[in-house]
């Protein structure tokens, strides 16, 4: 059996599935583990020496790297690097010497599993306090209970919980274009279709200047309590994240089977993860709500959709599987 040694830079959310993964793999008996930190040259990227070979897995936000020659350089001593947000372009334009070792690497979310204890054992006051508010520890949110089996319902039920950005935030161009989109989504959403929607911005001081009504309570954002609202819902739309990158709502949907209605992907995934099987995409508000209709009046449709994500799920997205699909890219039969 051959042992895995992974080197992690910092305990970064973004770098959390990849770990599941390979802790998912070992538990199944099929690698062996030896973990510990590691200088890299960005913290949203984890080496993995493995059979002589060094692979990397960056989980960064778009290319937005603080030091893009120093990942230059690295990347030319990797065998394989497998990147989150994946562009052609991009990888011409920021490692044109070492584009052909970037592979795709698919949705990102923040998701665990038992024995993962590089993640789940870390505590901060900020733990302490978060339970106090009643929000569960990483620990808990173990890849299963993502899980859910498609459902057909002809009652439906629309969700879509949104963000506002500011400057600091992201390199996003048009961001008062992106911020007047999701605030009129959300309105139209709610006046169109009331009760079957919960819609609405996550609080934050931007959001309390320009849209207080649109607020949504902390008993709904906790993510223990938005992720069984997730669950309970049938049409979820996801939003752009940080850096054009594909945000991590878009991974949750996947993993919970839901019929997603999404903006448009600035970067590429793994698997047949497509445009009308198992999703919409849109870049207007009557572009969403059209989709919206579509699949509102359509429970039949909506079923397909969700039976289409199980299905991705299980192939290319399930954190061992990802994982799994990796090392295989990379020469590796396990």
């Not at 669950?231 to 949750?252: F, V």
């Amino acid at each position: 059996m051959m042992t895995a040694e992974i080197k992690i830079p910092a305990a970064t959310p973004h770098l959390c599935s990849v770990v599941t993964g390979f802790v998912m793999l070992e538990a199944q008996g099929k690698i062996r583990l030896s973990v510990s930190g590691s200088e890299l040259p960005s913290d949203g990227i984890l080496e993995v020496r493995l059979g002589g070979k060094t692979l990397a897995y960056d989980m960064s936000d778009g290319y937005n790297f603080k030091r893009p020659e120093a990942v230059s350089d690295y990347l030319k001593n990797c065998d394989c690097y497998f990147k989150r947000s994946f562009s052609d372009s991009l990888n011409e334009k920021f490692f044109p010497d070492s584009k052909e070792k970037i592979q795709k690497w698919g949705f990102n979310y923040l998701v665990t599993c038992k024995g993962n204890s590089y993640f789940n054992r870390r505590k901060n006051i900020m733990t302490a306090v978060n339970l106090l508010r009643g929000r569960k520890p990483l620990s808990y949110f173990t890849y299963d209970r993502f899980e859910c089996e498609p459902d057909r319902k002809k009652d439906q039920k629309i969700l879509f919980m949104t963000r506002l950005w500011t400057a600091d935030q992201t390199t996003e161009k048009n961001l008062d274009a992106v911020n007047t989109m999701r605030i009129e989504l959300c309105n139209t959403l709610r006046r169109e279709y009331g009760e079957h929607c919960l819609t609405g911005i996550y609080d934050g001081d931007y959001a309390r200047k320009i849209c207080p009504d649109l607020i949504l309570p902390n008993s709904l954002t906790r993510k223990n309590d938005y992720l069984e609202t997730m669950k309970g819902s049938d049409i979820c739309i996801g939003s752009t994240g940080l850096h054009g990158s594909i945000g991590w709502k878009t991974g949750e949907y996947v993993a919970a089977s839901r019929a997603i209605i999404n903006e448009k992907f600035n970067y590429e995934v793994t698997g047949d993860f497509e445009i009308g099987k198992n999703y919409f995409d849109f870049d207007s508000v009557d572009g969403c709500m059209a989709h919206v209709e579509k699949l509102f009046s359509d429970p039949d449709l909506a079923y397909q959709i969700k039976v289409n994500n199980r299905n991705y799920y299980r192939n290319y997205l399930r954190p061992d599987v990802q994982v799994a699909n990796s090392l295989k890219t990379a020469g590796f039969d396990i």
